[in-house]
């Protein structure tokens, strides 16, 4: 039978602002356990939630990103668990009336394709600490650091067909919220996290499988893997003659498998009201049209204008629009080296490829705009060659100084002095006469090839350091006669 | 309501409710819901919801951090703690 894949996404965006949504402890990653968790985090007695302006701000500008209607009058609801990392009993959420509602992100795919993905509404609220599973003597150890982190959750229409779209929506989703400055996109560190739902049915039957959740996966490569895994278990298991059981299932990017951690049953009974605690949120039309007023440059108008003002080709352009870090890198290289076609090629391939290779994310890209685009000023001056630029683009990935010192210290610098080179030239012509008499007595169309002998030898006199460009035009000059 | 739906809930809201408890518990709870249910015969389709008793709108904090690190006061309250973290009970999901 012919399957068909039905693919939604729940994906928890955290907000880059600089406190919890409903306390003014520091979101910043990395601190010491608990040490940003306040009394209002941890749920002590007396404690008031505030709401953070800066998170509604953000959501706001999300809103409008993805063309939805904002809810002009939204209000918090409890949602009712426990949990250890959970100090309160209860997650502060938005279910009746959350902040944006129902919009749509296009995506472009392999083919070319756009594809308009729905998206059902986003909500404020706030995330949860973390529990480490280690043995603290049969004990877990609890750190709330997170706990009150706001997030907005981005919940799409089971649009998606296969792993190349959920993934393109992925990709597009952090693209956007990076360029809008709402998140910071550091996947490895939790920044987002995509909730996967999947249910496949006969292709042609209308009526949805049943579906399950694959949670938390914070890379997109192990998303395209979680979601391929799952539909090939859903597969087995409907074509042996099984059922699908609703249920949430975790994957671990390590083992390449997935298991299942609860079944829905019972778990959905969050008992949900509206939060005392918490007064309705209301924004006029002012605030929303200051908001979009702010809205900066988003990746579809960056995409058109590196086409239209910087001259990139329509593939570089889009790839280097997607993320705006990188965007913003790309741009820095650009201005300072006034060569955005070399910035682009060294931006989309030594750089990309390196920070692939060691699992970087751009920025914590050894080597800065600035300095590459010193490297790319001395590509283009004629200093040194495409060749020693790799070399030098080594070195300095290995932290060795910046293109200047590289080339100093390395003496890379290539001879482009025409009198030294044809002093080289001249010497191999007086040294290799019968070289030169076959050359000379040679067909038009064979020449080219018997120049590589005399380019050889005159790379080895200068080193390797002789520019190919003049080389070749002063061989052509001098053997020519 | 009857024992099962108590204990359902009991169970939600992590409270003990002794045996002998529950057929009284469930007899109060259904007296509550019995006043929700002449709440409800009425026409309230062209009602707005009340989000809060009280009619003002939330005032917004600026995203400033003005908490300052207290763990070691918080810590010295907690039953159980090992590198600065909280410990419980062991969890698995």
Same mark, same amino acid.
């Given at each position: 039978?012919?399957?068909? !894949?039905?693919?939604?996404?729940?994906?928890?965006?955290?907000?880059?602002?600089?406190?919890?949504?409903?306390?003014?402890?520091?979101?910043?990653?990395?601190?010491?356990?608990? !040490?940003?968790?306040?009394?209002?985090?941890?749920?002590?007695?007396?404690?008031?939630?505030?709401?953070?302006?800066?998170?509604?701000?953000?959501?706001?500008?999300?809103?409008?990103?993805?063309?939805?209607?904002?809810?002009?009058?939204?209000?918090?609801?409890?949602?009712?668990?426990?949990?250890?990392?959970?100090?309160?009993?209860?997650?502060? !959420?938005?279910?009746?009336?959350?902040?944006?509602?129902?919009?749509?992100?296009?995506?472009?795919?392999?083919?070319?394709? !756009?594809?308009?993905?729905?998206?059902?509404?986003?909500?404020?609220?706030?995330?949860?600490?973390?529990?480490?599973?280690?043995?603290?003597?049969?004990?877990?150890?609890?750190?709330?650091?997170?706990?009150?982190?706001?997030?907005?959750?981005?919940?799409?229409?089971? /649009?998606?067909?296969?792993?190349?779209?959920?993934?393109?929506?992925?990709?597009?989703?952090?693209?956007?919220?990076?360029?809008?400055?709402?998140?910071?996109?550091?996947?490895?560190?939790?920044?987002?996290?995509?909730?996967?739902?999947?249910? $496949?049915?006969?292709?042609?039957?209308?009526?949805?499988?049943?579906?399950?959740?694959?949670?938390?996966?914070?890379?997109?490569?192990?998303?395209?893997?979680?979601?391929?895994?799952?539909?090939?278990?859903?597969?087995?298991?409907?074509?042996?003659?099984?059922?699908?059981?609703?249920?949430?299932?975790?994957?671990?990017?390590?083992?390449?498998?997935?298991?299942?951690?609860?079944?829905?049953?019972?778990?959905?009974?969050?008992?949900?009201?509206?939060?005392?605690?918490?007064?309705?949120?209301?924004?006029?039309?002012?605030?929303?049209?200051?908001?979009?007023?702010?809205?900066?440059?988003?990746?579809?108008?960056?995409?058109?204008?590196?086409?239209?003002?910087?001259?990139?080709?329509?593939?570089?352009?889009?790839?280097?629009?997607?993320?705006?870090?990188?965007?913003?890198?790309?741009?820095?290289?650009?201005? $300072?080296?006034?060569?955005?076609?070399?910035?682009?090629?060294?931006?989309?391939?030594?750089?990309?490829?390196?920070?692939?290779?060691?699992?970087?994310?751009?920025?914590?890209?050894?080597?800065?705009?600035?300095?590459?685009?010193?490297?790319?000023?001395?590509? /283009? /001056?004629?200093?040194?060659?495409?060749?020693?630029?790799?070399?030098?683009?080594?070195?300095?990935?290995?932290?060795?100084?910046?293109?200047?010192?590289?080339?100093?210290?390395?003496?890379?610098?290539?001879?482009?002095?025409?009198?030294?080179?044809?002093?080289?030239?001249? /010497?191999?012509?007086?040294?290799?006469?019968?070289?030169?008499?076959?050359?000379?007595?040679?067909?038009?169309?064979?020449?080219?090839?018997?120049?590589?002998?005399?380019?050889?030898?005159?790379?080895?006199?200068?080193?390797?350091?002789?520019?190919?460009?003049?080389?070749?035009?002063?061989?052509?000059?001098?053997?020519?006669? | 309501?009857?024992?099962?739906?108590?204990?359902?809930?009991?169970?939600?809201?992590?409270?003990?409710?002794?045996?002998?408890?529950?057929?009284?518990?469930?007899?109060?709870?259904?007296?509550?819901?019995?006043?929700?249910?002449?709440?409800?015969?009425?026409?309230?389709?062209?009602?707005?919801?009340? *989000?809060?008793?009280?009619? *003002?709108?939330?005032?917004?904090? *600026?995203?400033?951090?003005?908490?300052?690190?207290?763990?070691?006061?918080?810590?010295?309250?907690?039953?159980?703690?090992?590198?600065?973290?909280?410990?419980?009970?062991?969890?698995?999901?």
């Amino acid at each position: 039978m012919e399957w068909e !894949t039905v693919i939604g996404l729940e994906v928890h965006v955290q907000l880059a602002t600089r406190s919890k949504m409903f306390s003014g402890a520091s979101t910043a990653f990395g601190a010491e356990p608990n !040490t940003q968790a306040c009394a209002i985090d941890l749920a002590m007695p007396g404690t008031l939630p505030s709401a953070n302006a800066d998170a509604f701000r953000m959501a706001t500008m999300f809103g409008l990103a993805i063309n939805a209607e904002i809810n002009r009058r939204s209000i918090f609801e409890r949602k009712n668990y426990f949990y250890p990392d959970l100090p309160k009993g209860y997650q502060t !959420t938005q279910l009746a009336r959350p902040i944006v509602g129902a919009g749509h992100l296009d995506i472009t795919l392999g083919s070319g394709d !756009t594809k308009r993905v729905r998206i059902h509404h986003a909500h404020l609220e706030e995330d949860a600490g973390k529990s480490l599973h280690e043995d603290f003597h049969g004990m877990s150890g609890i750190d709330l650091n997170r706990a009150g982190t706001p997030l907005i959750e981005v919940v799409t229409e089971p /649009d998606m067909r296969s792993a190349e779209e959920a993934v393109a929506f992925a990709k597009k989703l952090h693209g956007l919220v990076t360029s809008l400055g709402i998140c910071d996109g550091e996947m490895s560190q939790g920044s987002m996290r995509f909730d996967v739902n999947i249910s $496949i049915r006969p292709r042609g039957q209308e009526k949805l499988g049943t579906r399950t959740e694959t949670k938390n996966l914070n890379s997109f490569k192990f998303m395209e893997e979680a979601i391929e895994l799952e539909i090939e278990r859903q597969i087995q298991v409907l074509e042996s003659g099984g059922k699908i059981m609703q249920e949430t299932r975790l994957y671990n990017g390590d083992t390449k498998k997935a298991r299942s951690m609860r079944s829905k049953e019972d778990s959905n009974d969050y008992r949900y009201f509206p939060c005392p605690d918490l007064l309705p949120v209301v924004l006029d039309e002012a605030y929303i049209e200051d908001v979009r007023r702010q809205m900066p440059e988003l990746p579809e108008a960056k995409r058109a204008r590196y086409m239209s003002e910087l001259g990139l080709p329509e593939y570089d352009a889009s790839i280097l629009s997607g993320d705006a870090t990188t965007a913003a890198y790309f741009e820095e290289v650009a201005r $300072i080296s006034s060569q955005p076609k070399l910035a682009a090629n060294w931006v989309m391939g030594d750089i990309a490829a390196q920070l692939n290779r060691q699992e970087l994310s751009i920025r914590q890209c050894p080597i800065n705009a600035s300095a590459l685009a010193g490297l790319i000023k001395r590509l /283009d /001056d004629g200093t040194i060659s495409s060749k020693m630029a790799k070399t030098v683009f080594e070195a300095m990935w290995n932290g060795e100084g910046d293109a200047d010192t590289v080339i100093e210290t390395k003496g890379l610098k290539q001879v482009s002095d025409s009198g030294a080179l044809e002093k080289i030239v001249d /010497d191999i012509i007086a040294n290799n006469p019968q070289q030169v008499a076959n050359y000379r007595g040679a067909a038009e169309d064979k020449r080219p090839k018997m120049l590589g002998f005399f380019v050889g030898q005159a790379m080895k006199a200068s080193q390797g350091q002789a520019n190919p460009q003049q080389l070749n035009k002063i061989l052509l000059e001098k053997l020519g006669g | 309501m009857d024992r099962s739906e108590i204990e359902k809930l009991a169970q939600l809201a992590r409270l003990e409710i002794r045996a002998e408890a529950l057929e009284e518990v469930a007899d109060r709870i259904s007296n509550v819901l019995a006043l929700v249910d002449q709440l409800q015969a009425l026409d309230t389709a062209h009602v707005e919801p009340m *989000a809060h008793p009280l009619d *003002a709108v939330q005032r917004l904090r *600026a995203d400033n951090v003005t908490e300052p690190d207290c763990r070691a006061a918080f810590l010295a309250i907690a039953p159980a703690t090992e590198n600065g973290l909280y410990l419980v009970p062991k969890v698995i999901d």
